[in-house]
């Protein structure tokens, strides 16, 4: 079975940094992708983590650990159009993958 | 290319109507998926097809049909829908037989059920 956690909301300010975390109980799990969605658009692909460490790209980051079950993504220097949902998704070896509920963050001035 | 497109943007149906909707992709990406998302919450896939195959289906009612009739197309064929059905559907398409690659989406269809 699968089960993704993720917090609901989030608030951050301008020119922040912000960390959203997401726990995974995935049963044949390979790794864990993490997606933009602004509000009545299609996600978009932000990272991929298959090994324990983090990847940098740019102003986002994201970090596994897979003996925890658990993953981050970082956004360094927040910008107004940062605000949008973020969603964890943990993949299986047989390649489906199951999102998170999403965690909504809304940048302010 | 590195574009999915979807059509139509927004669909509105009755109960008893058939509609189908289309999604196209020319990156020679061989699986191709379905997702379902209602407001605020995350997609949920539907169907994948690999190599024109149908590999998955999350045991969705058969009132949704789904159809690859090449690399680049799939169609989802809609039947005898219920007003819960209406969400954003969305079209994906991935390199096959990898794991950890990134779905490019297509934009989605906005369908009501009337």
């Known amino acids: 079975g699968q089960n993704i956690d993720q917090p609901t909301e989030m608030t951050a300010t301008e020119g922040a940094i912000v960390q959203i975390n997401c726990t995974y109980q995935?049963?044949?799990?390979?790794?864990l992708f993490w997606y933009q969605q602004h509000a009545g658009e299609a996600p978009t692909f932000l990272s991929y983590n298959v090994l324990d460490g983090l990847e940098e790209k740019g102003r986002f980051s994201s970090f596994l650990s897979r003996s925890k079950g658990y993953s981050y993504l970082l956004l360094k220097e927040l910008q107004m159009k940062d605000s949008a949902s973020y969603l964890c998704?943990?993949?299986?070896?047989?390649?489906?993958?199951?999102f998170g509920d999403g965690t909504t963050l809304t940048v302010k001035p | 290319d590195t574009e999915v497109t979807q059509t139509p943007k927004h669909l509105v149906m009755g109960m008893t109507n058939k509609k189908s909707l289309k999604c196209e992709q020319h990156m020679g990406h061989r699986a191709m998926y379905w997702y379902k998302q209602k407001a605020k919450k995350p997609p949920e896939l539907m169907f994948v097809y690999s190599y024109e195959k149908l590999s998955i289906n999350e045991s969705v009612p058969s009132r949704f049909s789904p159809e690859c009739p090449n690399s680049s197309l799939l169609n989802l064929h809609l039947h005898a829908l219920q007003p819960e059905d209406s969400a954003l559907y969305l079209c994906?398409?991935?390199?096959?037989?990898?794991?950890?690659?990134?779905?490019?989406f297509g934009p989605g269809t906005r369908l009501t059920v009337l």
């Open positions: 998704a943990a993949q299986t070896n047989a390649g489906k993958s199951t």
């Open positions: 994906a398409s991935s390199q096959a037989g990898a794991s950890g690659v990134e779905q490019f």
């Open positions: 995935t049963s044949g799990f390979n790794g």
